[in-house]
């Protein structure tokens, strides 16, 4: 009985959010709102005054990739990052990388991150995903930010460095 609880205590331990990321509202709503109108500005170009065909079908296909990453950023940015001891997770509960895999984690002037966010690389690869405005991954890469607050991104990658040198040993 007393290992049951014991271990139930260490697994909430785990599961428990250290820091969380999420989209700031006024960013959210200026970046959506430019590619909306990029997309409906493009589309009405293409029908108003009508170039060349193949020019004519260009715009429509601009205007309706602005339009469709318009509706990805809006849903994308619904959710938030949470950091638990183990795991770099998405507020619905998709892990983006494992704690115990994250190689380093750079802030840097020159790193290639997100605006107001850091890179992380992992040691093994792992499916290309993307949820644009909030983090993106390909191969051993792992972006996040984006539309977010500078602190808390600033907050959560101070809290995940301490959380991977102390499970080297190094802190």
């Given amino acids: 009985m007393a290992r049951s609880k014991r271990i139930r205590q260490e697994t909430s331990m785990q599961d428990e959010v250290l820091a969380t990321i999420q989209a700031s509202s006024p960013r959210r709503w200026t970046g959506v709102g430019m590619l909306t109108t990029v997309g409906m500005l493009v589309t009405y170009v293409a029908l108003v005054s009508p170039p060349e065909p193949v020019w ?4 429509f296909i601009v205007g309706g990739a602005s339009l469709w990453l318009a509706l990805r950023v809006w849903r994308a940015t619904e959710d938030c990052i949470e950091l638990t001891r183990t795991e770099l997770r998405t507020g619905s509960g998709q892990v983006i990388a494992d704690v115990a895999d994250i190689e380093t984690v750079d802030r840097g002037v020159f790193a ?3 605006s107001n966010g850091f890179l992380i690389r992992t040691r093994n690869k792992a499916v290309n995903r ?3 405005g909030l983090w993106w991954r390909v191969g051993h890469r792992v972006g996040v930010g984006g539309m ?3 602190a808390e991104a600033k907050f ?3 809290i995940l460095s301490a959380i991977c040198a102390d499970e080297r ?3």
């Fill in 169 to 171: 040993g190094l802190g």
């Fill in 130 to 132: 993307w949820a644009p």
């Fill in 56 to 59: 004519q079908v260009f715009l």
């Fill in 112 to 114: 290639f991150k997100p």
């Fill in 148 to 150: 977010t607050s500078a």
């Fill in 156 to 158: 959560m990658s101070e």
